[in-house]
């Protein structure tokens, strides 16, 4: 389930980057420690609720030298494209302005759920300066102080009052759905195009919400797949999309609803540092991976080039040493047809579940072959193992001491496991545990 947008809109000096930093401020540091995702200052994480939700501070966006308004329509625009939920911010020392009407305006228009932060209440006498804001028909004014943590708590239980409901998914269980991943220009929506052909039955998109407005649900040999578009594949232009950022967060939005990611790499001009960050979002994830090597009619080749190809994905995305490989053309079609298929393949194997009595006779075999090292005169014991979810498969091993699983048994472990069961293009996820 995809987390929900929170976009904080207003103008400038209210104090929106003060507010984002009070909502992200706690999490910032968990999030540095995630290899591939770094710290920003205009899209983050928050928490509240045990919900999780992305934010946007959408002053924090260039959007080139435009006078004042300009600007703010534009933020506004991209808030309600975007965002669950807008967070209105205005000045509550200054008092309610023209600008701030005019927002207000085109955020009402919208039909997204509102909360109006009025901001630098800092103390209970400025209480008296909320009521003039009752007059923007945003509802109720909630009163905060971001420099000093005021009734931030407040806005926070509003903003996740109007987010949808979590179990909220609305195609069937059976139904994969993916996305394309990528740097600009790798072939992301040519290869978009190639896969929904002319002879797939694209089921109509349900009108109405943002998220309809991605996805294409389409329909091929008795399967039905959704792909879910990425970083303005079909709408470019906007100034904001065209930054890396906003695509950053539009494909992380997207690998989170996938069961499939198609990571693509461009075969002509090669591997470069943004590849490995883009997938390691998608590992992070849990999802399955497949490696698409588009653009592959434009190289030049002899029979060792694949091998070659091949052999430096592998070094550089040593994290996806489980995601297969396909090398394809959008522009010619060639080795298209390889792709649903793949799709098929590894979605089942997201979603495959280990009977626990073949797990253990595996376990058993892998630990009589190799015994796990002894580790200062102590030696694991594994009592025996188990599934425990499925898209990523999760596996739990009852052991003395959890402490003395080692990444590199641990690693050998897996290898057994996939051995065996295949789970070619999913990662899967160990964890050991003491029994008592
Ligand atoms: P932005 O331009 O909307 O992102 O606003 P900033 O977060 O940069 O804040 C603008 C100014 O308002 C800074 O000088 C902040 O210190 C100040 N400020 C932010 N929040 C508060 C508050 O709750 N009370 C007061 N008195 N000042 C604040
Ligand atoms: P996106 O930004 O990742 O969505 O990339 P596009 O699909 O817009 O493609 C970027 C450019 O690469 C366009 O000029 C395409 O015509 C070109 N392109 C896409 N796929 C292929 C391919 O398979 N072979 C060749 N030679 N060019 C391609």
Redesign the pocket.
Known sequence: MAQSVVAIVGRPNVGKSTIFNRIVGERMAIVEDTPGVTRDRLFGEGEWLGRRFHVIDTGGIEIGDEPLLVQMREQAHLAITEADVILFVVDGREGLTGADEEVAQMLYRSKKPIVLGVNKIDNPDRIQNLYEFYSLGLGEPIGISGAHGIGVGDMLDACVSHFPDEEEEEYDENTILFS?I?????????????ILGKDRVIVSNIPGTTRDAIDTPFHQDGQDYVIIDT?G?RKRGKVYEKTEKYSVLRAQRAIERSDVVLV?L???EGIIEQDKKIAGYAHQAGRAIVIVV?????VEKDEKTMDAFRRNIREQFRFLSYAPIVF?????K?KMHQLLPMINQVAENHSFRVQTSMLNDVLMDAIALTPPPSDKGRRLKIYYGTQVAVKPPNFVFFVNDAELLHFSYERYLENKIRETFGFVGTPIKINARNKR
């Open positions: 394309l990528g740097r600009p220009n790798v072939g992301k929506s040519s290869l978009t195009n190639a970083a594949m693509v461009d075969g002509e588009n653009k592959w009619d434009a394809v053309s959008a522009k010619t060639q």
